[in-house]
């Protein structure tokens, strides 16, 4: 391990060192990519010196233990050694899902490496800073201005960083946490058995339901095309390893030193801002729940504060995300109303569950069963569920009730979770069929009453009644069959809802508590409960629990809170509660059971990310192509002379060749834009009116501060009926098969009589 550590301290020491060189300079150069690297290849020597005495070794697989060392060295090399290549003159990746991702990998590698000034504009937002957790990006880019090709320096980072990451979840988890990472899934693949005549049956999505699913495959979804996991996860299990050691196991084990923590903790925000939340929430959970480790937690903590902030602060753009508004009147020239704020929080309960897919599966259901229709709402419940993730949320109840018993020495029976199961299968989709507990907040719920004064007073009245009662009953040790505990829940809501009601007149950002953020609520009361129970006690043998607990309770979260606009975004933290559950899973549960239990299960959790793994990898798999190579030569040729600060208008597309030069256009793709919480709207408005040639084009072009224009293939597309106004007025100072290239700055030269 002390080699895995060793590269990730140099290669986040090289980020780290380029970053203050690039602000100290005002942009990067080659100079100073030398002496970045150069330094972070001294610190990485460092800590391996330092770990010469190491005597901590991995186990080596046995038996079926191979199955997934061997299925991952096929994925890292099938998939990094085809990440992207060249036949003809095509420009070519292997994955579907890489064909808008990995052009915006490229265009930011190119974009610093082409000198942006820092902390530079977005290349897809002119208008804003460049948001987004760039770090392995700017290694890259690092490499490239020390001469690497920037093809083969995204293979040479993606075999190596696939390499760090099997070694790290081997020894977070071993063989099957490996297997559950890298076929982790639902019963969607089973479709495979029904497809139609001719298909393969090995695909990327699961069988002839042709189904988009939420929970895809993880590695191809994740770790191929979302370039910042490459260092974030074997970083961040490290990270979990070296706790588990120093905070639970008495230093028995592989542990990293603090100098090690503090460095790969306090650099993963430029890296992976998804991975920094997982890893806060479990340093939080380890400081309430070990008393004995709060110091050692508190100075981590401390001590990554400042650095870890500013660059949380970088990697959310400066607040300056979106573009600063248009002056409404004159008294804004004094007083320039500010930005408009990144919306990236939102609260979405059910996650993805009424998604297009899952609707388009139930009716395609209920065409051969039409009496099913009356079910729909239960149908596509568990049709998203289960097959998204199949017999996960069996498998992680059942481990839940082993610790709980443990933790509370209670007496909870095997039928308790499934009288459970059935109430939430059976009461979920009704409730979310409910318009009122969807979208009411509690005291309206309860009393709806119009003046909102008199409303919040009679909520409050009612909570103290309900608490008073409880008392009582509690004082006259009356069998009440769990009712001091529903008016307990009520007082409490309502208490919490007059909180929110408060801070939301205060700050309107703040939203109102609504009537289905129960489960959430009582969910975060059991965790704090089995946190304070665990304190109390100091039973070392327990320590599980407060990785297992927390883990699940982060999932639930992830299945109510988008962390994203983009919902699809909760994976990235999904995938850590993944693999913080899945070593207890096996120890604690499916280990114990009969050999041919522990089959079936296993069958049911990665059979269906088996069929995606290799659908997305096998000899089927040609690649696709994202750029011509002689049209992005001609284009780099052409912007050559003009400076990395301007801004081109262009079409918005993922695979524009100006994007996948380095440039800096006035708006990217849209897909982008949105999962970045960019507000692109009056932009939008603006840009379609300067490509459509409209009248007033010159005051579009001074509102989107841009002076070049680019037409080609992609923008006749776009705007097939432009006027092109500016043709007759401006220059066109390049132009070839690509397109043409005007200065909206330089007139037109009148042709001599």
Same mark, same amino acid.
């Given at each position: 391990?002390?080699?895995?550590?060793?590269?990730?301290?140099?290669?986040?020491?090289?980020?780290?060192?380029?970053?203050?060189?690039?602000?100290?300079?005002?942009?990067?150069?080659?100079?100073?990519?030398?002496?970045?690297?150069?330094?972070?290849?001294?610190?990485?020597?460092?800590?391996?010196?330092?770990?010469?005495?190491?005597?901590?070794?991995?186990?080596?697989?046995?038996?079926?233990?191979?199955?997934?060392?061997?299925?991952?060295?096929?994925?890292?090399?099938?998939?990094?050694?085809?990440?992207?290549?060249?036949?003809?003159?095509?420009?070519?990746?292997?994955?579907?899902?890489?064909?808008?991702?990995?052009?915006?990998?490229?265009?930011?590698?190119?974009?610093?490496?082409?000198?942006?000034?820092?902390?530079?504009?977005?290349?897809?937002?002119?208008?804003?800073?460049?948001?987004?957790?760039?770090?392995?990006?700017?290694?890259?880019?690092?490499?490239?201005?020390?001469?690497?090709?920037?093809?083969?320096?995204?293979?040479?980072?993606?075999?190596?960083?696939?390499?760090?990451?099997?070694?790290?979840?081997?020894?977070?988890?071993?063989?099957?946490?490996?297997?559950?990472?890298?076929?982790?899934?639902?019963?969607?693949?089973?479709?495979?058995?029904?497809?139609?005549?001719?298909?393969?049956?090995?695909?990327?999505?699961?069988?002839?339901?042709?189904?988009?699913?939420?929970?895809?495959?993880?590695?191809?979804?994740?770790?191929?095309?979302?370039?910042?996991?490459?260092?974030?996860?074997?970083?961040?299990?490290?990270?979990?390893?070296?706790?588990?050691?120093?905070?639970?196991?008495?230093?028995?084990?592989?542990?990293?030193?603090?100098?090690?923590?503090?460095?790969?903790?306090?650099?993963?925000?430029?890296?992976?801002?998804?991975?920094?939340?997982?890893?806060?929430?479990?340093?939080?959970?380890?400081?309430?729940?070990?008393?004995?480790?709060?110091?050692?937690?508190?100075?981590?903590?401390?001590?990554?504060?400042?650095?870890?902030?500013?660059?949380?602060?970088?990697?959310?753009?400066?607040?300056?995300?979106?573009?600063?508004?248009?002056?409404?009147?004159?008294?804004?020239?004094?007083?320039?109303?500010?930005?408009?704020?990144?919306?990236?929080?939102?609260?979405?309960?059910?996650?993805?569950?009424?998604?297009?897919?899952?609707?388009?599966?139930?009716?395609?259901?209920?065409?051969?069963?039409?009496?099913?229709?009356?079910?729909?709402?239960?149908?596509?419940?568990?049709?998203?569920?289960?097959?998204?993730?199949?017999?996960?949320?069996?498998?992680?109840?059942?481990?839940?009730?082993?610790?709980?018993?443990?933790?509370?020495?209670?007496?909870?029976? @095997?039928?308790?979770?499934? #009288?459970? *199961?059935?109430? +939430?299968?059976?009461?979920?989709? !009704? =409730? %979310?069929?409910? /318009?009122?507990?969807?979208?009411?907040?509690?005291?309206?719920?309860?009393?709806?009453?119009?003046?909102?004064?008199?409303?919040?007073?009679?909520?409050?009245?009612?909570?103290?009644?309900?608490?008073?009662?409880? @008392?009582?009953?509690?004082? #006259?040790? *009356?069998?009440? +069959?769990?009712?001091?505990?529903? !008016? =307990? %829940?009520?007082? /409490?809501?309502?208490?919490?809802?007059?909180?929110?009601?408060?801070?939301?007149?205060?700050?309107?950002?703040?939203?109102?508590?609504?009537?289905?953020?129960?489960?959430?609520?009582?969910?975060?009361?059991?965790?704090?409960?089995?946190?304070?129970?665990? *304190?109390?006690?100091?039973?070392?043998?327990?320590?599980?629990?407060?990785?297992?607990?927390?883990?699940?309770?982060?999932?639930?979260?992830?299945?109510?809170?988008?962390?994203?606009?983009?919902?699809?975004?909760?994976?990235?933290?999904?995938?850590?509660?993944?693999?913080?559950?899945?070593?207890?899973?096996?120890?604690?549960?499916?280990?114990?059971?009969?050999?041919?239990?522990?089959?079936?299960?296993?069958?049911?959790?990665?059979?269906?990310?088996?069929?995606?793994?290799?659908?997305?990898?096998?000899?089927?798999?040609?690649?696709?192509?994202?750029?011509?190579?002689?049209?992005?030569?001609?284009?780099?040729?052409?912007?050559?002379?003009?400076?990395?600060?301007?801004?081109?208008?262009?079409?918005?597309?993922?695979?524009?060749?100006?994007?996948?030069?380095?440039?800096?256009?006035?708006?990217?793709?849209?897909?982008?834009?949105?999962?970045?919480?960019?507000?692109?709207?009056?932009?939008?408005?603006?840009?379609?009116?300067?490509?459509?040639?409209?009248?007033?084009?010159?005051?579009?072009?001074?509102?989107?501060?841009?002076?070049?224009?680019?037409?080609?293939?992609?923008?006749?597309?776009?705007?097939?009926?432009?006027?092109?106004?500016?043709?007759?007025?401006?220059?066109?100072?390049?132009?070839?098969?690509?397109?043409?290239?005007?200065?909206?700055?330089?007139?037109?030269?009148?042709?001599?009589?």
């Amino acid at each position: 391990m002390k080699y895995v550590a060793a590269i990730l301290y140099a290669v986040s020491s090289a980020v780290l060192l380029g970053l203050l060189l690039g602000w100290q300079r005002g942009h990067l150069d080659s100079q100073s990519a030398m002496i970045a690297l150069s330094g972070g290849a001294l610190i990485g020597l460092l800590g391996l010196w330092c770990a010469r005495n190491e005597a901590s070794h991995l186990e080596k697989p046995r038996g079926w233990a191979w199955v997934p060392v061997v299925l991952f060295t096929l994925f890292s090399l099938r998939a990094f050694l085809w990440l992207v290549f060249r036949q003809g003159d095509e420009l070519r990746v292997l994955s579907p899902n890489n064909t808008g991702d990995l052009p915006l990998h490229i265009a930011f590698i190119r974009y610093f490496a082409n000198g942006a000034p820092f902390w530079p504009d977005s290349p897809i937002f002119s208008a804003g800073k460049l948001t987004y957790a760039a770090g392995t990006d700017f290694f890259n880019s690092l490499l490239t201005l020390a001469g690497m090709d920037v093809e083969r320096g995204l293979i040479w980072v993606g075999l190596i960083g696939a390499l760090l990451t099997g070694i790290a979840i081997w020894r977070w988890g071993g063989a099957f946490t490996l297997m559950g990472f890298l076929c982790g899934g639902g019963l969607l693949g089973f479709a495979a058995f029904f497809r139609d005549a001719g298909e393969p049956f090995f695909q990327d999505y699961a069988g002839n339901l042709k189904f988009d699913a939420a929970w895809k495959n993880l590695p191809l979804a994740l770790l191929v095309t979302q370039r910042g996991f490459l260092f974030a996860l074997p970083a961040g299990l490290l990270l979990l390893s070296s706790w588990r050691t120093k905070y639970f196991l008495n230093n028995e084990g592989w542990r990293m030193p603090f100098a090690g923590e503090l460095l790969l903790y306090t650099a993963m925000p430029f890296f992976h801002m998804h991975t920094f939340i997982a890893l806060s929430f479990m340093l939080a959970v380890f400081f309430i729940a070990q008393a004995t480790a709060r110091w050692k937690i508190f100075g981590l903590i401390s001590a990554a504060l400042i650095p870890a902030s500013a660059l949380v602060w970088i990697t959310m753009g400066m607040f300056q995300t979106n573009a600063l508004p248009l002056w409404g009147n004159m008294w804004e020239i004094e007083n320039p109303p500010p930005r408009p704020p990144t919306e990236v929080l939102g609260w979405q309960p059910g996650w993805m569950v009424g998604d297009t897919q899952t609707q388009q599966a139930w009716q395609s259901f209920t065409q051969a069963v039409p009496a099913a229709s009356p079910l729909h709402a239960h149908g596509e419940f568990l049709i998203f569920w289960l097959g998204n993730f199949g017999a996960w949320p069996f498998v992680a109840a059942s481990l839940a009730l082993v610790l709980l018993r443990a933790v509370w020495k209670r007496s909870l029976r @095997v039928k308790h979770v499934w #009288i459970c *199961a059935f109430a +939430f299968v059976f009461v979920t989709p !009704l =409730l %979310g069929m409910w /318009a009122g507990y969807q979208s009411e907040t509690w005291a309206n719920f309860f009393f709806p009453i119009k003046d909102a004064t008199t409303r919040n007073l009679v909520t409050q009245c009612a909570a103290i009644c309900a608490l008073a009662a409880c @008392v009582m009953i509690h004082l #006259i040790r *009356a069998r009440d +069959f769990g009712l001091r505990w529903v !008016l =307990l %829940g009520f007082a /409490a809501m309502s208490v919490l809802d007059g909180l929110f009601t408060f801070l939301h007149g205060w700050m309107p950002k703040v939203p109102l508590l609504r009537v289905n953020s129960l489960p959430l609520i009582a969910a975060t009361i059991v965790l704090l409960t089995v946190l304070v129970q665990y *304190a109390r006690r100091r039973e070392q043998s327990l320590w599980r629990a407060i990785f297992v607990l927390p883990g699940l309770f982060l999932f639930f979260l992830c299945c109510n809170v988008k962390f994203a606009p983009w919902a699809w975004d909760n994976t990235k933290v999904m995938i850590w509660a993944w693999l913080i559950v899945l070593p207890f899973l096996w120890e604690l549960l499916i280990a114990r059971w009969k050999c041919w239990q522990r089959l079936c299960v296993c069958v049911l959790l990665f059979f269906s990310g088996f069929v995606g793994l290799l659908g997305g990898l096998g000899g089927t798999q040609q690649g696709y192509a994202i750029a011509q190579c002689s049209t992005l030569d001609a284009v780099a040729a052409a912007v050559r002379d003009i400076p990395i600060t301007e801004p081109f208008a262009c079409a918005p597309h993922y695979q524009h060749a100006l994007l996948l030069n380095g440039r800096k256009v006035v708006m990217g793709y849209e897909g982008h834009l949105q999962s970045h919480g960019i507000n692109y709207r009056i932009t939008s408005i603006n840009l379609d009116e300067l490509m459509n040639g409209k009248d007033i084009w010159r005051l579009n072009a001074a509102e989107l501060g841009v002076r070049y224009l680019f037409y080609g293939p992609l923008e006749i597309e776009r705007w097939p009926k432009s006027r092109e106004s500016w043709r007759d007025c401006v220059q066109v100072i390049s132009s070839g098969p690509w397109g043409e290239l005007f200065d909206l700055d330089l007139p037109r030269v009148p042709l001599e009589q």
